[in-house]
């Protein structure tokens, strides 16, 4: 499943924080040595999750955070595999094999070994996730992905004064999101029925209003929904368009409002 923006644009803050606050400890632009000596494991990515989220580039990382990468001063060593050629040579063996491969598959089907793929992306993983992830389209087979949400301590908190404590991750959650911002949106809740389509009417400027709640704006179409309904959907993050249906997005909703705190 490909991060949504926000997602991505979150990370990055957070890996662009974790460099500064070691760089400062140590006086200096980290190296991976330092970032894997001064992480602090509880809060911060680890360094194969920097390498993937910049394509394998401790320097990129680095640019990033706004620091001058370390000039090299390593001994030459063999000419580095283009990391392009690394990509079409896995999306290569992945298409004729009709799967995504394991080391030991990999290995013996194609030009390179897998040791490249963890040196660049931090592990062989990391690598996989990254170029299936990025480049999904190129595959001639179905990558089967699961969305798997993120465990209690990894959660997003909201930083509202409100009190559910942290960003939903599922329909539920975001219907009880809704029940709190309800009133600075202008709406009140005359009627919720689970299990009957629509689940809500609400009422704004005297005016009754039919209401789906997602978790996804996409979960609207999958789970079949009309698409001539008159009325909106409310979710929690919109990941796609609904023909003739407006979308409230809570997400997108916080975020403008309280930038994105």
């Known amino acids: 499943m490909v991060k949504h923006h926000f997602d991505v644009e979150d990370e990055k803050e957070s890996i662009k924080q974790s460099i500064c ?6 006086g200096k632009t980290p190296t991976q040595k330092d970032y894997k000596r001064h992480r602090n494991s509880k809060e911060e990515l680890s360094l194969e999750q920097i ?42 063996v992945s298409n004729e094999a009709g799967k995504i491969p394991g080391t030991n598959f990999f290995r013996s089907k194609s030009k390179y070994s897998w040791m490249p793929y963890k040196t660049r992306w931090g592990s062989w993983p990391a690598a996989v996730k990254y170029i299936t992830q990025s480049y999904s389209d190129r595959f001639k087979f179905n990558i089967e992905t699961k969305e798997k949400f993120k465990n209690l301590k990894n959660r997003k908190k909201l930083h509202l004064n409100i009190p559910l404590i942290f960003e939903p991750v599922n329909e539920v959650e975001t219907v009880i999101l809704f029940s709190f911002l309800a009133n ?8 919720v029925r689970p299990d009957v389509f629509p689940d809500a009417i609400l009422e704004k400027s005297g005016e009754n209003i039919n209401v789906e709640f997602e978790f996804l704006s996409s979960n609207y179409l999958q789970h079949c929904h009309p698409s001539d309904f008159d009325g909106i959907c409310i979710c929690w993050r919109k990941d796609s368009d609904i023909p003739n249906i407006e979308i409230l997005s809570l997400e997108e909703y916080i975020r403008e409002k309280y930038n994105g705190k």
Request: charged share 30%.
């Open 21 to 26: 606050r070691i760089s400062d400890l140590v």
């Open 51 to 92: 390498l993937y989220r910049f394509g394998g580039s401790w320097s990129d990382a680095v640019k990033y955070a706004g620091l001058e990468p370390n000039p090299s001063n390593q001994p030459p060593r063999t000419p580095e595999i283009p990391r392009e050629a690394l990509i079409d040579e896995f999306i290569k």
């Open 184 to 191: 600075e949106l202008g709406y009140r809740i005359k009627e």
